[in-house]
């Protein structure tokens, strides 16, 4: 079952000064990535969509809470697996609306020679907790189900992958709406130190 992604934060302004004001903006937060500031993104870019992406964080759990408020936690699939997470934004920069389902078969991590993983559901593959973990929402708000985005608008959430340990993970593959490959490879392996 598809939830909406509600948790999903939205920012941004319509208007032709808006285009420009966020293309300013995200030539500032360039310029500051290059120069060492703020934390690192890879960028890439569709007929209609743009999208950032953080490096992977590697984790044993994940924990959040759900729109009712119930404590959920998320275990790797198996003993020689870990969560990798990855904090996406998606912009819409010329669409008047674009509707989106961010689902498993929306994105994939992975390597361009080597294997891919589909994004997991964190709902259904989470198990409900009586007690909050300790770093319940640590990675929130989630970028998971139906969005709707307006023109000069972005989501911006953590999409989460099962994956091999010790994998190198150089590539988000990005297939809602448009088709996009964000590399990173060059500075983040995903290896288990």
């Avoid at 934060?9 to 500051?32: D, H, I, K, P």
């Avoid at 990535?33 to 993104?41: F, I, N, P, S, Y």
Wanted: proline fraction near 4%; charged fraction near 25%; hydrophobic fraction near 45%.
């Amino acid at each position: 079952m598809n939830r909406p992604s509600r948790i999903t934060t939205y920012r941004g302004r319509t208007g032709l000064r808006s285009g420009v004001v966020l293309s300013v903006l995200l030539l500032a937060v360039g310029v500051a990535v290059a120069c060492g500031g703020g934390e690192e993104v890879t960028r890439a870019f569709g007929r209609n969509l743009d999208i950032a992406v953080s490096d992977p964080v590697l984790v044993d759990k994940f924990a959040f809470s759900d729109l009712e408020g119930k404590h959920r936690v998320l275990f790797p699939s198996a003993s020689n697996r870990r969560l990798a997470l990855v904090e996406t934004t998606v912009a819409n920069r010329t669409a008047t609306v674009i509707k989106m389902l961010i689902d498993p078969s929306a994105t994939q991590l992975g390597y361009r020679r080597g294997d891919r993983f589909d994004a997991v559901d964190p709902f259904l593959a989470s198990q409900i907790v009586d007690v909050a973990d300790t770093e319940e929402n640590k990675y929130a708000p989630l970028l998971w189900g139906e969005v709707e985005l307006a023109r000069y608008f972005e989501a911006t959430g953590w999409l989460v992958f099962d994956v091999p340990k010790g994998m190198t993970l150089g590539s988000l593959w990005w297939s809602e709406v448009d088709d996009m490959i964000a590399d990173y490879v060059s500075r983040f392996h995903g290896q288990d130190q």
